[in-house]
């Protein structure tokens, strides 16, 4: 990765006051263990949303930083094996001193190049929802180089109507080339009370429709074409060597593909034998895919409506086959008796056969509101071949 000795060791500093100057520093997240099952970061409050750089040699997520007042979650990156973080990004200008702002999708190519999403909500919002309309005031699309985040071209300014899909939020990230990037594209928003049907997915407790989107930059300009097939997709993983898309829908228990370019979707697999199950996240490498998956439970939504949730219960990773194969021999289940214990988000590297995934948390997959819940990352090693 270009500049990892260098550029990455810069970073913007959270610790800084709104008046501030941006400063370096190289924070400790914790040790990193030989186990299997090795705990990578070390958060009183949430670490989520991780990201192999397309190299393989670190690991992205977001954070939110114990203490933070305001509630902002920054951008950090790890080392591939776990340890200290390398540098972190924290948008903690004097603008934003009423707003609650995020990195929501982040994508490092190997020639150093930073492609990331930051949304900003007005805090009260954020804090507590729902008031009124929950929606995020402003999203970006950024590029920008490691060494220098900060100096950085705005690609593209959500919201977008693409092709009657209404996009206000984009998260995982991928480039697929040299101006070229594939993402999910949301509807983020609610209003009080949610209108039926549940106005949620196992993604974002707050997402109204999704969609898989491929993206193109030229000069300053990005343009996002839909993905045909995709619709209503809550993940998705670029697999087979990016040939096909893998997908998976709003409570359902099946495993989807297209082909990369779109197309009519195919049923690879069904991921659990019980009805009770949501997805809580895919990843592939070549024809082999993680899913998570969770014990469901059905929750009033405050507009009368019973919407199903993750519950306390069995918390897995099934690895597939594209060709439909189920391989039960290598779930992990984690038992979840406390109802924090959940599994979500698997990314498997890109080189090797780890696997980086989000542990806890109350709200299900992606945390998109602040709760009293911790969550932090694991890499589990050699998961798949």
């Not at 056969?353 to 992606?366: A, S």
Request: glycine share 10%.
């Amino acid at each position: 990765m270009r500049r990892l000795a260098v550029g990455l060791a810069l970073c913007l500093a959270l610790a800084c006051d709104h008046s501030d100057a941006f400063v370096p520093v190289v924070p400790t997240v914790g040790p990193a263990s030989t186990a299997n099952d090795q705990q990578l970061t070390f958060n009183a409050d949430q670490d989520y949303w991780p990201a192999w750089t397309q190299d393989g040699a670190g690991i992205l997520y977001s954070f939110v930083a114990p203490g933070s007042t305001a509630h902002h979650r920054c951008l950090g990156l790890l080392p591939a094996a776990g340890g200290t973080r390398l540098w972190e990004l924290c948008n903690n200008q004097a603008t934003n001193q009423d707003t609650a702002t995020s990195y929501s999708a982040y994508a490092l190519r190997s020639d150093g190049k930073l492609l990331y999403a930051e949304v900003a909500a007005p805090l009260f919002t954020a804090l507590l929802p729902p008031r009124g309309q929950l929606t995020p005031s402003r999203h970006t699309l950024w590029i920008a180089d490691t060494a220098t985040p900060y100096q950085r071209a705005a690609l593209l300014q959500l919201p977008v109507t693409v092709s009657g899909s209404f996009i206000n939020w984009l998260s995982d990230l991928a480039w697929t080339g040299p101006n070229s990037f594939v993402a999910l594209g949301q509807e983020f928003g609610i209003t009080a009370p949610p209108a039926p049907p549940c106005n949620f997915s196992q993604d974002s407790n707050f997402v109204i429709s999704s969609v898989v989107v491929r993206g193109t930059i030229s000069g300053n300009n990005a343009t996002l074409q839909l993905v045909d097939g995709t619709v209503g997709a809550t993940g998705y993983s670029l697999a087979e060597s990016g040939a096909t898309i893998a997908f998976t829908l709003k409570r359902d228990r099946h495993v989807y593909k297209v082909p990369s370019t779109g197309g009519t979707p195919v049923t690879v697999a069904t991921i659990s034998p019980s009805p009770s199950s949501l997805p809580l996240g895919i990843s592939c490498k070549l024809s082999v895919c993680l899913i998570a998956s969770g014990s469901a439970a059905t929750a009033f939504d405050g507009g009368g409506v019973n919407c199903p949730g993750v519950a306390i219960g069995q918390q897995e990773l099934r690895r597939i086959s594209l060709a439909g194969a189920v391989d039960q021999a290598s779930t992990i289940a984690f038992t979840n008796g406390s109802g924090s214990n959940i599994i979500m988000t698997p990314q498997i590297s890109p080189v090797t056969g780890d696997v980086v995934v989000g542990v806890g948390g109350n709200l299900g997959h992606l945390q998109t509101i602040r709760v009293p819940s911790n969550a932090n990352l694991h890499l589990l090693k050699g998961l798949v071949p």
